[in-house]
């Protein structure tokens, strides 16, 4: 049944996201409000999907009245999950994200139309890429736009952690604004750069603001104790449903 649902459920994801990606081409000319629409529109039927194919769920614990503030969002990088899901529950969030995203068709188009922050994985292009990342991030926070970022840049395996990178370290200090660290365990449902998902009910842990104040160092050390501690007591709380024999 597991091998049955994964597969019934990536057909019918890519099937409905290159459907929404063809018919809804023509909102890229017009504002981008409503763009936005659809991008809730087409990540609505997802967690149709996920509730109802997968049998995954996802159930929020913390603060959740904090996900309405003009915060920047550091949220713990597990799977694909979390890369939709967050814009579903954000008010109108700009994601930094990997320059290559927007390479894709369709779905690099409405990328670019929502205005997300394109970083490359080029280290010479680090400085031009923190310029831009910084001057784009004052752009959201004068929108009252909340900014979500993954500190580790990359998916790192359920347990592991990945290296926290300086950005945003740089955005905690350069915007002056709280910083909400989020853990989850989505990583144990949806792994990355898998075929196979299981069944059962993903956790968002919405921490207290870390307030601005601190060195960039200290906030870094904060930062990363928080999210890497509260993502391996989540860990060992839940388990799938169903796992790999």
Known sequence: MLFIRSFL???LFYSWTLLCGVIFTPVLF???IYTLKVAHFWIGKVIWLCEHVLHLQF???GNESLLKTPSLFAVK???FWETFIFYYLLPDPVIALKKELLWIPFF???LK????IPLSRSTKRGSQDLMRLLK??????A??????IFPEGTRSKPGQKGVYKAGVGRLYVHLNIPVIPIAHNAGLFWPRRTFVKHSGQITVDIMNPITPGLSRQEFMRILEDRIEEKTNELIQKEKPYETYA
Not at 113 to 116: G, I, P
Not at 143 to 148: E, G, H, I, M, T
């Open 9 to 11: 459920f990536n057909v």
């Open 113 to 116: 139309k929502l205005k997300m």
């Open 30 to 32: 017009l504002p981008r």
């Open 59 to 61: 159930k929020l614990v």
């Open 77 to 79: 990088h597990q799977s």
């Open 143 to 148: 929108c009252k736009r909340p900014l979500l």
């Open 108 to 110: 690099g188009w409405y």
């Open 136 to 141: 784009n991030a004052e752009e959201a926070v």
